[in-house]
């Protein structure tokens, strides 16, 4: 878990709000505060699927920012640093919870909501795209409903 929390310590300038928090009760919750950074993610009793928020004063400011451009959308290009660090937590964290086989996380976008859309490639006969939203939990989107699904399958 060490390893983890440091990599989040790397992201300072990045929030996100995965869109795990289902409606479902967790059957596992952990919350750990690191420094000024506060992490928290669920495996669910359903399916397995993670959340965590990262907020220090620069995330929060910056995610205030994405979020202004709800009412307008409008694609926001992710600079490839900040791409490569969520692509590696993207990775870590599904590898550490759900012991899948990746490949490799081979596409990470902003949506035109604003939003991050991140595509992750099993060791499978298909590709499974993800959704991130900063911290719009109110609709799921059809990436996100078929991911849960194919994960969900792929546990049984």
């Known amino acids: 878990m060490k390893q983890i929390y440091q990599l989040l ?18 059957k596992e919750c952990f919350e750990e505060e690191v420094d000024d950074i506060q992490i928290r993610y669920s495996v669910l009793r359903q399916d397995t699927s993670i959340a965590w928020t990262i907020r220090n004063d620069s995330v929060i400011q910056y995610k205030s920012a994405i979020m202004d451009k709800m009412r307008k959308p409008e694609k926001i290009v992710l600079p490839k640093s900040e791409a490569d660090k969520i692509k590696e937590l993207t990775y870590r964290l599904f590898v550490y919870h759900t012991s899948k086989d990746i490949l490799k996380v081979h596409e990470c976008r902003y949506t035109d909501f604003p939003g991050l859309h991140v595509i992750i490639q099993y060791k499978s006969p298909k590709s499974i795209s993800y959704d991130y939203y900063f911290g719009h939990t109110a609709e799921y989107s059809q990436d996100f409903k078929d991911f849960m699904a194919a994960l969900h399958l792929w546990e049984k």
Not at 10 to 25: E, N, Q, R
């Open 9 to 26: 310590l790397t992201l300072s300038c990045v929030a996100i709000v995965c869109v795990g928090c289902t409606k479902s009760t967790p």
